[in-house]
């Protein structure tokens, strides 16, 4: 059974989710406060992260920075909850590195759908052969980013781009196809989310960085 962990200081709200994702078959465990989230988090990693913005005893996109940091926690699928009129919370959060968003008030078949969709993606069978370009080599099985043997630590998404780009080198990646096969084909993010997580890459991957070409009003290429 898949393990969700919710941070919400609301309990109305976090009793709502708990009850829908433990009908939908899912383990869950809730917490009002960041200090309750990492103490069982350094005992138990989930599959999955519900992570509100707006918490009592630490700000959210902290906690996701803080996440995002750390090498244990730096691929945990993340999806952060947001006022409906916190836009740019909702930026701030995708560029550091969240997965998905979801918009109080909210539905909860829309919670269940997008949970659904991010553990799909996060959990799909891979080839575990390694891929090379240039002085980049991955290794899918292990979701292993190495530079001249160097291990660079990314966040999910950011490992999903190279992986993507470079199973695909030599090959223009339209913007509309990274962002349907990262995001997901309902994402409502934008493509500036595309634009700041190759940002990102690029400077994490140095010198490396630049097999990651763009393509003038197309998308991208490694080559």
């Known amino acids: 059974m898949e393990k969700i962990y919710i941070v919400e200081d609301d309990k109305n709200i976090l009793e709502i989710e708990t009850y829908a ?7 869950v465990s809730g917490f009002e406060n960041a200090k309750e989230f990492y103490r069982k988090l350094d005992a138990e ?10 918490l009592p005893d ?13 090498k244990k926690t730096a691929g945990l699928p ?6 409906k ?6 930026v701030k959060g995708l560029d550091m590195g969240a997965d998905d968003y979801i918009t109080k008030p909210f539905g909860v078949m829309e919670l269940i759908s997008r ?16 891929l090379e370009l240039g002085e980049i080599s991955l290794e899918p099985d292990k979701r292993l980013c190495m530079v001249d043997h160097q291990e660079i ?36 993010g934008g493509s ?12 994490k991957l140095k010198d490396a960085g630049n097999h990651i070409q763009t393509v003038r009003n197309v998308g991208y290429i490694a080559k």
């Open 58 to 70: 630490e700000d959210g996109l902290h906690v996701l920075k803080r996440l995002r940091s750390d």
């Open 45 to 54: 990693m989930p599959e999955l992260l519900l992570l509100d913005i707006m």
């Open 115 to 130: 949970v659904k969709a991010l553990l799909r993606r996060s959990s799909g069978t891979k080839d575990s052969g390694r």
């Open 78 to 83: 993340i999806i952060m909850v947001t006022a």
């Open 153 to 188: 630590e990314l966040t999910y998404k950011e490992y999903e781009l190279i992986e993507l780009l470079v199973r695909n080198a030599g090959i223009v990646m339209k913007r509309d196809l990274l962002m349907e096969r990262i995001w997901g084909i309902d994402f409502e």
């Open 192 to 203: 500036r989310t595309l634009d700041m997580h190759i940002k990102t890459l690029r400077q």
């Open 85 to 90: 009129s916190a836009e740019i919370d909702t």
């Open 21 to 27: 994702l433990n009908s939908s078959g899912y383990e």
